[in-house]
């Protein structure tokens, strides 16, 4: 075999595994994107607020992307979530900011302000949360966010389990036996104006009691934060709290699971920020969505599907990396004109303009590098079609060899995404 067709079949070889590489890699986000697929989110009780919420995202989630579709799922609330997030048995949850974070844990999302809500009756003569020593309470449930919640308050202010009569109730018959009396005091992790501490504050003599020393909190749980539940929050008249009311607030965040699949995740941090007017059409809460903070001090780390949504605006791979993928872009140009040369000086029977049309690219390379507007650009992508249309003629002519096509239209394509990205990031800006 002579060196000529040893040159020419690396040369095809090498072009032939570049295009089934990117047949499949086609392929692949082809069929990965017409497949539906399925996220499971924990949201708490059907009565809470992260349940409505995920119910929210879950329909307009529907109506733009059916192409991934959220099953919201009831669960005993934030640690729960944890549990099964790290199992593998939901993909997505909603959790209150202070519950300790699983390993597998990303965040996408903060959606809203939780406030630490400690509705006593005015006869049970409370008026701080230390008041709460011998007092009779529904305590959350066991285990649950807002049972983590209340007792790292209650410790903070030298309450401990001795100290208070705790009777187990579910939420719905602690709400009665509040208003029937049989109990002296209700604690919520719960977004201000709840309906069900609405229902008690304005059924039978209550209030709320002030949380203070959230900054001294913070030093040992960094999530929380002081919150104010304003005047007027429950009822205008009579104001239920009378004046604004101090207590603590911890974020309600949106988190994931590490292996939730990154596009699914992008698409579901583009609806929460992107289509929060239809949001707030479930949920007024919907207007309190913000970006991820780590001073914030929530130490989760975002999950690579959100961060690539907060990061849309930063210039592509291509723009941040223009003069060392322009030098290497060179070198494979030279190099590729060195084999094509050597082909033609081992067979001398066909006449080669592979490098004549190499110097023509390189040239188009060096010029869009400084290009800065969508009509500078578009001269250049007529350049290259006009180029392009010359070749195929050269090459029906016999006037360009086959292998001398393949590789000019493997460096054509590779400079023509070039221009696309450069096209994009203009658009962008």
Same mark, same amino acid.
Not at 76 to 82: I, V
Not at 85 to 110: H, K, W, Y
Not at 161 to 179: E, H, R, V, Y
């Given at each position: 075999m002579s060196k000529t067709q040893n040159i020419n079949k690396l040369i095809i070889g090498a072009l032939l595994l570049i295009f089934a590489t990117l047949v499949l890699y086609s392929a692949k986000k082809y069929f990965s994107k017409h497949e539906v697929q399925v996220l499971k989110i924990g949201a708490g009780s059907k009565s809470g607020e992260a349940y409505q919420f995920a119910q929210a995202i879950a329909e307009v989630m529907n109506r733009y992307h059916p192409e991934v579709k959220i099953e919201v799922l009831?669960? *005993? @609330?934030?640690?729960?979530?944890?549990? $099964?997030?790290?199992?593998?048995?939901? %993909?997505?949850?909603?959790?209150?900011? %202070?519950?300790?974070?699983?390993?597998?844990?990303?965040?996408?999302?903060?959606?809203?302000p939780d406030m630490f809500q400690l509705i006593v009756?005015?006869?049970?003569?409370?008026?701080?949360?230390?008041?709460?020593?011998?007092?009779?309470?529904?305590?959350?449930?066991?285990?649950?966010?807002?049972?983590?919640?209340?007792? =790292?308050? *209650?410790?903070?202010?030298?309450?401990?389990?001795?100290?208070?009569?705790?009777?187990?109730?579910? @939420?719905?018959?602690?709400?009665?036996?509040?208003?029937?009396?049989?109990?002296?005091?209700?604690?919520?992790?719960?977004?201000?104006?709840?309906?069900?501490? @609405?229902?008690?504050?304005?059924?039978?003599?209550?209030?709320?009691?002030?949380?203070?020393?959230?900054?001294?909190?913070?030093?040992?749980q960094p999530s929380l934060d002081t919150g104010i539940i304003p005047s007027g929050t429950y009822s205008g008249n009579p104001l239920i709290p009378a004046n604004d009311l101090i207590t603590v607030a911890v974020n309600r965040l949106l988190v994931a699971n590490v292996t939730a699949d990154d596009e699914a995740v992008k698409l579901i941090t583009q609806i929460l920020f992107e289509r929060r007017m239809e949001l707030l059409k479930t949920t007024p809460l919907a207007g309190?969505?913000?970006?991820?903070?780590?001073?914030?001090?929530?130490?989760?780390?975002?999950?690579?599907?959100s961060q690539s949504?907060?990061?849309?605006?930063?210039?592509?791979?291509?723009?941040?990396?223009?003069?060392?993928?322009?030098?290497?872009?060179?070198?494979? $140009?030279?190099?590729?004109?060195?084999?094509?040369? $050597?082909?033609?000086?081992?067979?001398?029977?066909?006449?080669?303009?592979? %490098?004549?049309?190499?110097?023509?690219?390189?040239?188009?390379?060096?010029?869009?590098?400084?290009? =800065?507007?969508?009509?500078?650009?578009?001269?250049?992508k007529d350049k290259m079609s006009t180029m392009l249309g010359n070749v195929v003629k050269e090459l029906d002519n016999d006037a360009l060899t086959v292998e001398g096509f393949q590789f000019f239209s493997f460096?054509?394509?590779?400079l023509n995404e070039m221009i696309k990205d450069k096209e994009r990031e203009l658009r962008n800006n």
């Open positions: 009831v669960t *005993a @609330g934030s640690s729960e979530n944890m549990k $099964l997030l790290e199992a593998g048995q939901i %993909d997505l949850a909603t959790v209150q900011a %202070d519950i300790e974070a699983v390993p597998s844990a990303r965040i996408v999302s903060n959606l809203y009756r005015k006869d049970a003569n409370i008026e701080t949360f230390k008041d709460l020593k011998g007092k009779r309470m529904a305590l959350p449930s066991e285990g649950g966010g807002q049972w983590v919640s209340f007792w =790292n308050t *209650a410790n903070h202010y030298d309450v401990y389990k001795d100290d208070i009569k705790n009777i187990a109730l579910s @939420g719905s018959a602690a709400t009665d036996a509040f208003i029937k009396g049989e109990i002296d005091a209700i604690f919520k992790v719960r977004a201000p104006r709840n309906g069900t501490i @609405g229902r008690l504050l304005n059924s039978v003599p209550s209030m709320l009691v002030p949380i203070e020393q959230a900054p001294a909190m913070k030093i040992k309190f969505i913000s970006q991820p903070d780590w001073n914030a001090g929530t130490f989760i780390p975002v999950h690579k599907g949504f907060f990061e849309r605006e930063k210039p592509s791979y291509f723009v941040q990396n223009a003069d060392f993928l322009a030098l290497l872009i060179s070198l494979i $140009l030279m190099g590729g004109s060195a084999l094509i040369g $050597l082909r033609k000086h081992l067979s001398g029977k066909q006449k080669n303009l592979a %490098d004549k049309h190499t110097l023509e690219l390189v040239s188009v390379l060096d010029e869009i590098k400084d290009v =800065n507007s969508l009509e500078q650009l578009s001269y250049h460096t054509w394509n590779s």
